[in-house]
């Protein structure tokens, strides 16, 4: 297939900046690199800016802010930039001369629109581009590496004139996450000499992390594409956890090999410059002793460690869910979830066994109607429909460039691109969203998706967003609109399932879904452990070896984050 993954100096650039969707392995890949390399003689600096950090955990070392020498590891230091307080830093600095001066909600409203992903991760590219730009910082080390890079949107946001003039501050067209970059106007030197090394092929390399699953690849090839487009031309897409071979006739193990072919299959080669993989792992890629010998490692030894252990406590399974939604009467249900976790699937199934049970099921998605609607039943009591979210949002982008009809070309450019962030999908799809929701006087409705906590409280700060839709349309606001925000935080009629994996990364994820939609006062009670091959009791010994390692972050989900927790056996 693809040659394992080898770092040499002379194959890498100065600086590596490793990204890929959570839970794919990229801080693992990244420490491990940055090991490798300084085993051979370089000097290197490990950097981390994701949100969901386990440097110190992966390492065993207590990672500071101010780079540190690694034990046991010559030549490697070590620093953890957390972009959670460095935006919080960020917004007190543009928050606080307001403090006194202006009402409290009005000082409310400013902190919300600085709380959202596009203020942390511009205030972790804030941070990091002092690492790039200091000339005292550089010299001292051959390689940097970066566990995270800055999206493609994020990065065009820096490009444009108009982030550093005062239409940011002034701005009431509708755009989502105006004000990031507002009050950093005496960075913009920095930050165009750091977009200068990004886009450098000689400076720069991006390592795009992924699993050999057909959502994580996708995923990468977007990224790889939004990248390419502010210049990072060198990249390398590393696939981690290939399974090399079976050593038993294990149903579940020839299922997951036969699926990771597949997904690896329709990899389109000429996307990245180059390809490499690194094997599927069995244990905890943490410490250093594990991270040197893994790039090396051969197919693992194939001898099942321990015995099956036990789950700390019970859990209940998809059924005990959907008997629970009936008894409680609640007619409103949304999955949520990163990308990956398997959101859609969850919400078709939930759909399916309420309709079994004799229900009347509206299924909505985000994903194409035609990938449900043929693996259910048709019946007059299921319903399947989709909110296309490109569609959405080219209405959405249209009805606010409209109303901008009065800015200067460049001021356009501005908002153009500010429309193409994250939060502007969720803040589309919303209205569509309420209408679907209203139906549940007479049916159950099921949602794949819902806007975060940080979207909601942004658009109902104020009715924001039912008077920007009076605005926008000249119409009386509907009253599903109107009435939405209450169902969600309703718990007699709303259940909100939080979907995740029993790793690491998706469930630190997961819990902080969960605080957000906490901050906009909808609860979730029940966490759906997806994919779980500790509930698919494998005989091949590398993949039961792996289940073992669930039990702990099942244990973390139950007695940290859901009153119930449902555990689904991974499925081909």
């Known amino acids: 297939m693809f040659e394992r993954f080898n770092p ?65 590891v010559k030549g490697l230091y070590a620093c953890n930039i957390d972009p959670e307080e460095a935006a919080r830093m960020y917004r007190e600095k543009m928050v606080g001369p307001y403090r006194g001066v202006l009402p409290d909600d009005a000082i409310a409203s400013m902190e919300e629109q600085l709380s959202g992903a596009c203020t942390v991760e511009i205030a972790a590219f804030d941070e990091f581009t002092a690492l790039l730009v200091d000339a005292d910082v550089t010299s001292q080390y051959d390689h940097i590496v970066f566990d995270t890079a800055p999206t493609g949107h994020t990065l065009r946001l820096l490009q444009l004139p108009t982030a550093w003039s005062s239409f940011l501050t002034s701005s009431t067209h509708g755009a989502s996450c105006l004000g990031p970059l507002s009050g950093l106007q005496e960075k913009k030197d920095s930050y165009s000499k750091s977009m200068q090394a990004l886009s450098d092929s000689e400076k720069t390399k991006l390592m795009l992390v992924t699993r050999p699953e057909t959502s994580a690849i996708a995923e990468a090839k977007r990224a790889a594409d939004e990248l390419l487009e502010i210049g990072m031309k060198n990249q390398h897409l590393i696939v981690n956890g290939w399974l090399e071979e ?26 990245f410059s180059s390809i ?49 939604l009936v008894a409680n009467g609640q007619r409103v249900i949304m999955t949520m979830g990163k990308g990956g976790v398997g959101k859609t699937s969850m919400a078709a199934s939930i759909a399916a066994k309420l309709w079994d049970k004799g229900h009347s099921v509206h299924l909505t998605t985000t994903d194409p109607a035609d990938h449900l609607s043929g693996k259910l039943a048709k019946s007059d009591r299921l319903h399947v429909s989709s909110i296309d979210p490109k569609k959405e949002v080219e209405r959405y982008t249209h009805q606010v460039l409209t109303e901008a009809a009065s800015l200067s070309d460049s001021e356009r450019e501005y908002l153009e691109e500010d ?73 007699l009629q709303t259940s909100i399932a939080i979907v995740t994996l029993a790793e690491a990364t998706p469930v630190l994820e997961a819990s902080r879904l969960q605080e957000d939609l906490k901050r906009a006062g909808i609860t979730s009670s029940w966490w759906l452990i997806n994919q779980s091959l500790f509930a698919a009791d494998s005989r091949e010994p590398v993949l039961a070896n792996r289940a073992n390692e669930e039990v702990k972050w099942i244990d973390t989900v139950q007695r940290n984050f859901a009153n119930e927790t449902v555990l689904i056996p991974w499925q081909a």
Not at 26 to 51: F, H, R, Y
Not at 251 to 264: C, D, T
Not at 308 to 317: C, D, G, H, N, Y
Not at 454 to 467: C, E, N, P, R, V
């Open 419 to 491: 429309l193409r962030s994250p939060c502007t999908e969720e803040i589309a799809v919303f209205q569509a969203f309420a209408s679907i929701v209203a139906q549940s006087d007479h049916e159950f409705v099921v949602i794949d998706t819902a806007p975060t906590g940080h979207t909601l409280l942004l658009l109902d700060a104020a009715q924001s967003y039912h008077k920007e839709v009076e605005r926008m349309t000249g119409q009386k606001t509907p009253d599903s609109i109107k009435q939405l925000l209450p169902t969600l935080r309703d718990p």
């Open 246 to 271: 079976l050593k038993t006739d294990d149903a579940v193990a020839k299922a997951f090999y036969n699926r990771q072919q597949e997904a690896v299959g329709r990899i389109d080669e000429t996307s």
């Open 8 to 72: 040499s100096p002379e194959a890498l650039t100065p600086y590596l900046f490793f990204t890929g969707k959570g839970g794919v392995g990229k801080t693992s890949t990244a420490c491990a690199t940055a090991i490798s390399l300084a085993d051979q003689g370089k000097n290197v600096l490990l950097v981390s800016t994701d949100p969901a950090s386990n440097l110190q955990d992966v390492l065993e070392f207590d990672v500071k802010r101010e780079p540190q020498a690694v034990p046991a």
């Open 276 to 324: 490499s993989m690194l094997p599927f792992v069995s244990h905890s890629l943490t410490g250093i002793s594990s991270l040197r010998s893994w790039f090396a490692l051969q197919q693992e030894e194939q001898v099942l460690k321990h015995g099956k252990p036990s789950l700390p406590a019970a859990v209940q399974s998809i059924d005990d869910y959907v008997d629970s």
